[in-house]
């Protein structure tokens, strides 16, 4: 059949042909998971000792690639559904990647749970021995709520497209069009078949946005109904899950970005959506960071013996660089990274002497950024003999980085996407790590203090097991995405051709669909 | 720009030059003490993973000699280790007094009370001497004799027995000597690890108070942990974790009302879920009426 080459020629690309490259990818992955999968059968054979973790630390880095990805499986779900519910129009191109880091974040982190079990078999004890008093059966029913409600969320708006596929791909494998036409379930567009659609999509746009909602508070309660220093704390609940859409956010802004490049959409994915995404990024991180400020500062004027010892061991103890790296490259560089931008529109004064200086200055504030941020910690850590070398050094730290900043402004200007970008990465790293020091510190400090065990049995440092483990669950994460992106189109068809339609005639309106 | 840049930079280092001179007004031993003693002792001595020793608890026990000698040679278990640079560690001798001046300053009498008040009738000095043995049940048995210094045995005298505890003090017992002077108690307990047991006798208005200190050996088996002899320990917890007993989520007794709605909550979600499936169905139901008409463009009419 000729037809004319329309837009969606370019997101059926993908779907025909893998190249050499595609193999290469899936087979480094491939490797990364199969070592992991060896690390975990010696985890299994020799248990839990081949780990970081002991008595007092008892949950350590798979703790935190759980919460990781079950905060940003919000990409999908409380991005895609809320602009749903408000009828932005521009959402249109992303929802579909949103929505699939949800249903591949949950697979990836729910099984998290059950690699840091010694005994994995004991999940089935949930059931046996479940109590609906506890925060942990609370957690497996969410999540499993969750995780139905985010496939079918995900599967129902592609059904049309499905279709298409079925209809377009004639040459594909026997095996593909098989799945094509059984998951397109008879499709034809017919009136009654979209009403059908209709009505089960717009009511779990509403609905999953409450049980996303309820997944990461749940997760927080697990920390937060526990009576332990740092983590007993009524904001926890709505803390995770501005922190989890946070890092949804930034996850998604990332799988747009590489998708943009490497599938050539740059005529779906336009600057304005990097913008929009951008600027809700920037909402959530203030809001974040001032949870965080909220959250910190409750515990120092709580002055409670347990929680000091938390916050020594954050602010100046065992965790005080990952601790400011996190609040300073993770939250506050990119809150101006993504904020400065949009805020100074001065045009740039045209700097030639600049320009060829830039590069010394901007070594000037690194190195100031280096000897600041690495020199040995102060001769007195004590909070009771006054110093000011903490003060002095954090805020040399901060204007090192400002004035690197204030260089690198003219070039985030001109690319903003890159820098929305970094800014992305820099905040999942960063959340990534902040799970980690909910985790592992509040564990260094139990009410009853530890005493007269081995040094080994109250501090954690994870091993080569759980390295490897971790990085063999974030590259089954990008394995099952990728596969999902050679397989269904990765924006939705009916839903954008829509969007060109209404461009055509000039008007703006909803879909035809 | 260019000039903000360098005003800035030199203000950076300007606060570099500024730390450097604030961190040297410290007194030495407190650097010392913060460098090498505070990660397990606490910042100011408060204790922490290891005892206080920042308090008259433990100040008031030992003289400059007893601490110097803990410093220099470590206490015999791995997480106090030798820190003489003769011995292996990383502080000279005089950086070890200086440490030891340091804790001295902290303690708010900052004197060794060894000595009851002397009273002038026939009051005479105590020793008190602590050793360890096993009883026939193989417990371990920490036995101190409390003599005078002529050598003659107090009898009848109260000695309490204590550990130093993160927690504090705590009084493990107290036992009565004999005629032959000797107070006994038994350790119920074999913990993994070498553990001091101090004993205290308070002195009276004829005898001088006295302390002493014993490290309990354990068998060399049960002291490493690689080489942990299972059958030489017992511990106090049954080898296998104890399970509940199995009540099929509804064990032991939840709240009524709030579990109602929570799994009205829940069954509400799944009936929705159950509504949306249906919808699902009806359009496989529509498809399969005329599935081999296809309509390319979907949406266009």
Known sequence: MFRQPTREDILFEPLKSNSLKFYGFVALLLAVIGWAAYAYYVQLRDGLGVTGLRDYVFWGIYMTNFVFFIGISHAGTLISAILRVTGAEWRRPITRMAEAITVFALLIGGPMIIIDMGHPERLLNLLRYGRFQSPILWDLISIATYITGSLMYLYLPMIPDLAQCRDRLTDAPAWKRFIYRTLA???????????????????????????????????????????????????????????????????????????????????????KHFRNLGLLLLVMDIVYIYFTLSEYLTMIYGNDVADQRVLQLLFTGDFAMAFWAMILVGFLLPAFMLGLPNLITVAPRPTARLTVLRPFVAMGALAVFAVMAFSPASASASFQLVSLWPVVRMLSIVVALGGLLWLALPWMRAHSIATIVIASILINLAMWLKRYIIIVPTLYSPRTPIQDVPWEWAHYAPTWVEWSITAGAFAMFILLYTLFSKMFPIVSIWETSGEEHAAAHGAKGEANV | MFNRSI????????????????????????????????????????GGFAISVGGESYLNTRDDAAITHAIINGTGNKDMPAWSKSNGGKLTDDQIADIVAYLRGLSPSGVLVTKAPVSPVVYSQTNLALTQAQNKL????????????????????????????????????????????????????????????????????????????????????????????????????????????????????PPIVPTAIFLLVVGCIWTIYGYVVSQVVGIWKIGQINPRQNVFRIGKR
């Open chain 1, 185 to 271: 379930l008879g499709w034809r567009g017919g009136e009654e078949q979209k009403h059908k659609l209709e009505r089960g999509v717009a009511i779990m746009a509403v609905l999953i946005i409450p049980v996303a909602v309820s997944v990461h508070t749940v997760v927080s309660w697990i920390f937060g109904m526990t009576l332990r220093p740092g983590w007993h704390s009524t904001i926890f609940g709505p803390y995770f899950v501005v922190g989890a859409i946070f890092s949804g956010i930034a996850a998604l802004l990332l799988a747009m970005a590489i998708f943009r490049k490497v599938y050539h959409l740059e005529a779906y994915l336009e600057d």
């Open chain 2, 7 to 46: 005003v800035l930079i030199g203000f950076a280092l300007l606060f570099v030059f500024a730390a450097q001179t604030i961190g040297a007004e410290d007194p030495p031993g407190a650097k010392l003490f913060g460098t090498y003693c505070a990660d397990c002792h606490g910042a100011a001595g408060q």
């Open chain 2, 138 to 253: 193989g417990k371990m048995v920490v036995t101190a004799t409390l003599k005078k210094t002529d050598g003659a045995p107090v009898n009848g005298a109260t000695v309490v027995f204590t550990r130093q505890t993160t927690f504090g003090v705590i009084e493990m017992g107290k036992a009565r000597t004999d005629s032959a002077g000797v107070a006994s108690l038994i350790v119920d307990e074999q913990p993994e690890r070498a553990r001091h047991i101090s004993a205290t006798f308070k002195g009276d208005p004829a005898l001088g108070l006295s302390a002493g200190m014993i490290e309990l050996g354990y068998p060399v088996t049960a002291l490493s942990h690689d080489n942990l002899n299972l059958s030489s320990v017992h511990l106090a917890i049954t080898d296998e974790p104890l399970v509940p007993p199995e009540g099929n989520l509804f064990s032991p007794n």
